[in-house]
């Protein structure tokens, strides 16, 4: 079954840096790459998604990369505001099957 | 839209009973996903039911079972509850066809002492 590597587990920032968080993948019919905020207390989240046919795909100031290849995706957020403070999961399936296999997550800080 | 809810939001229960959660999808959404969150394991993929039919299962024991009713509400029931199945229950609903977009429900935590 598919596999899921998600690193780093813990990210501190300063506010107005950038934060990178990356994600390799296992099965190559994998197609939809979902990333999932989780703030305390709260429900995940669906901030950005990418299919395999799209190496870029960007929102305001979040953006996700994907290596087809390389079998990994990245999640970019520029600017960070204390308010991106929250744990960040990514997930993998092939799409059609909604069977999301996700990452360990990276809990992100942002410092004032 | 109305998001998607999950009843009850906390239950505690003790080992050896069985347990019942409930979730409505958003409006229209016709396939509900079911995941359980845990410190250890993260969050896992338990099963997913479309038009009243389990399509895809995750690797959990078979105690944990769900249906889906005709107006695509979902429930999952875990019979013979262990220590272990504590933990927070999350649903998640999409829409059918080529849109691959799943949203969560609040999830119902579950202690079981």
């Known amino acids: 079954g598919e596999n899921v590597e998600q690193h780093p587990s813990t990210l501190s920032v300063q506010e107005g840096d950038s934060a990178v968080i990356k994600c390799t993948y296992s099965?190559?019919?994998?197609?939809?790459f979902p990333w999932y905020k989780q703030e305390l207390g709260k429900r995940p989240q669906l901030i950005i998604d990418i299919r395999s046919n799209v190496g870029e795909k960007k929102d305001q100031r979040i953006a996700v990369t994907l290596n087809k290849t390389a079998k990994h995706f990245s999640l970019h957020i520029t600017e960070t505001q204390p308010e991106d403070s929250a744990v960040y999961f990514c997930a993998a399936s092939s799409g059609s099957a909604r069977q999301l296999t996700f990452g360990s997550g990276t809990q992100l800080t942002v410092l004032p | 839209k109305a998001g998607v809810t999950q009843t009850p939001r906390y239950l505690i229960k003790t080992r050896g009973q069985q347990v019942t959660l409930s979730c409505s999808p958003i409006?229209?959404?016709?396939?509900v996903s079911w995941y359980q969150q845990t410190p250890g394991q993260g969050l896992q993929f338990l099963f997913e039911y479309f038009s009243e039919t389990q399509r895809n299962k995750g690797n959990f024991p078979g105690r944990f079972s769900g249906r889906q009713f005709s107006n695509s509400r979902s429930e999952m029931n875990v019979s013979t509850l262990e220590l272990g199945d504590s933990a927070l229950y999350l649903c998640?609903?999409?829409?059918?066809?080529?849109?691959?977009?799943?949203?969560f429900g609040p999830g119902t935590r579950l202690t079981v002492t």
């Open positions: 409006s229209g959404h016709r396939s």
């Open positions: 099965d190559s019919a994998s197609n939809y």
């Open positions: 998640a609903s999409s829409e059918p066809g080529l849109t691959y977009e799943q949203y």
